[in-house]
């Protein structure tokens, strides 16, 4: 069946503008996560959607990141007025639920900030 | 001290050696543990989670020491394809699914 998928692929934008990245998750599968991973560095942990419960916004960086989960099921991460620290891979992930650890991620979205 | 951290490597190793990770973690509570690989510029793909007791997937091992607060990744017979980041991975939170990702450890496989 089909993976998580994200678009865009690549994003370009100069600083100062919003950008939104999308995530399809796997179909059927209830926890959401989003990601983003600077380059050599580890994965860090930005929000987590699980079914109609509020999102886990804890790993938000600041108040320019926000992300909405529509119907329970696609999710949009938006970043508004975006700075060049924004630049990094934004990856999504999905699970069953939320006591299924295996996350499957999707191939993520490379922004770029100039 | 992060939560998760793993010695970055490179390790280089040629092909059919036995190679081994170590990686520690902060959170005594923290509930279950897995390794995770990434390819260069792919997403990262469950390789195995880590038992209590230990547990074998063909040419990999994993272990996990609870009372030191490290797990490992033993894999034997080295194959050029199993060049690859690899990141140990801890669930942080009972009940739920707060994973934790090491900055990972590189390895390269050479013939």
């Known amino acids: 069946g089909a993976g998580v998928s994200q678009s865009p692929s690549n994003k370009v934008t100069e600083k100062g503008k919003d950008v939104e990245l999308r995530c399809d998750p796997i179909s059927g599968h209830t926890a959401l996560y989003w990601y983003r991973q600077s380059l050599g560095q580890g994965l860090e942990f930005l929000i987590y959607f699980q079914g109609n419960s509020a999102p886990d916004k804890s790993g938000l960086p600041s108040d320019r990141f926000s992300a909405e989960r529509t119907g329970g099921s696609v999710s949009t991460l938006t970043i508004q007025r975006t700075q060049q620290e924004d630049s990094a891979v934004y990856l999504c992930?999905?699970?069953?639920?939320?006591?299924?650890?295996?996350?499957?991620f999707g191939p993520g979205t490379r922004l770029t900030v100039t | 001290r992060k939560e998760v951290e793993q010695d970055p490597g490179p390790f280089n190793v040629p092909e059919g050696a036995t190679v081994a990770f170590n990686c520690t973690y902060s959170?005594?509570?923290?509930?279950?543990f897995f390794w995770y690989r990434q390819d260069c510029r792919k997403e990262p793909k469950l390789l195995m989670s880590?038992?209590?007791s230990g547990n074998e997937d063909g040419r990999f091992t994993a272990q996990l020491n609870r009372a030191s607060q490290y797990i490992s990744l033993l894999i034997r017979d080295s194959k050029l394809s199993d060049s690859a980041t690899y990141l140990c991975v801890v669930n942080m939170q009972e009940g739920g699914n707060k994973l934790v990702f090491g900055a990972g450890t590189i390895l390269r496989v050479k013939s």
């Open positions: 992930a999905s699970s069953l639920d939320q006591r299924e650890n295996e996350q499957y």
């Open positions: 880590v038992y209590s």
């Open positions: 959170n005594s509570a923290s509930q279950s």
